[in-house]
């Protein structure tokens, strides 16, 4: 893995993250409410997401001509070199007027997450990392928390339609147990972002796909946390459980959520 080819990137990905955020912020005020569509039960799709990932497709493409693009929306190929994007991570907050939202950029090289960033446009942030260089928030490091007891903790659960209801319920129920304390925001890479910068202490989901939390995850590493194997087996492609969480509390966090 080069690391000159991993720092080029790295300031690309930010650059391109602060103008996909810039785009997204100006077509979230002018938006039309009710102006989206379902790809699925509770799968949400605006025209913003196409527009915005058409840009980032189109500066990879000018910067790296050589590596491959896959998003959400608009599918691509997947290489040893490989950027995988989500253009809006978040958009049912999107549609509905809710300002919590990003845009979700990781570089991955040679199947390790090498680069990572994700903006948030409607309050100004920038979460970015490297392998090997740490995580930030707007150029300022990021570290885990060190919350001592779950009944202290905070815990954010991620929904998909990907598994059984009844499977998040099983999990919410164990966690409540715990003590600890539960969120949901709607943003699964805004939700891992939050725990490299310690506003929470865990996020954990049965399914996600890769474009939610890749970035995410290198961040919550690059900050001092763990994360489950979420590339083992083909996490790349079709996705896989997620869990990200502090270390003091990885034991307990694992056994409620049952992801490890």
Request: charged share 20%.
């Amino acid at each position: 893995m080069s690391q000159r080819g991993v720092e080029t990137r790295y300031l690309a990905a930010c650059a391109m993250a602060r103008e996909a955020g810039d785009l997204m912020r100006r077509l979230y005020e002018s938006r039309e409410m009710g102006s989206y569509k379902l790809k699925g039960h509770q799968d949400y799709l605006t025209e913003a997401d196409g527009e915005v990932e058409k840009l980032i497709v189109k500066r990879i493409a000018e910067a790296f001509p050589d590596d491959t693009v896959y998003g959400e929306e608009g599918g691509g190929k997947f290489s040893p070199q490989v950027w995988v994007i989500d253009p809006i991570d978040g958009t049912a907050n999107f549609a509905r007027g809710i300002p919590h939202f990003c845009v979700s950029i990781a570089y991955v090289q040679e199947g390790r997450i090498a680069a990572g960033t994700m903006c948030n446009p409607m309050t100004g942030e920038l979460f970015a990392a490297r392998i090997g260089g740490g995580a930030t928030l707007n150029g300022k490091p990021m570290k885990v928390s060190r919350t001592p007891d779950m009944r202290s903790a905070t815990l954010e659960l991620g929904w998909s339609t990907r598994r059984p209801m009844e499977d998040y319920v099983a999990m919410l129920t164990r966690v409540v147990k715990t003590g600890a304390g539960i969120r949901r925001s709607g943003s699964g890479a805004l939700g891992l972002a939050y725990v490299a910068d310690g506003r929470t202490d865990g996020y954990a989901e049965l399914h996600i796909n890769s474009w939610d939390c890749l970035a995410g995850i290198l961040m919550v590493n690059e900050a001092g946390g763990w994360t489950n194997d979420f590339l083992a087996g083909d996490g790349l492609t079709q996705g896989n459980p997620i869990l990200g969480c502090t270390p003091a509390l990885r034991e307990a966090i694992v056994a409620a959520t049952g992801v490890g």
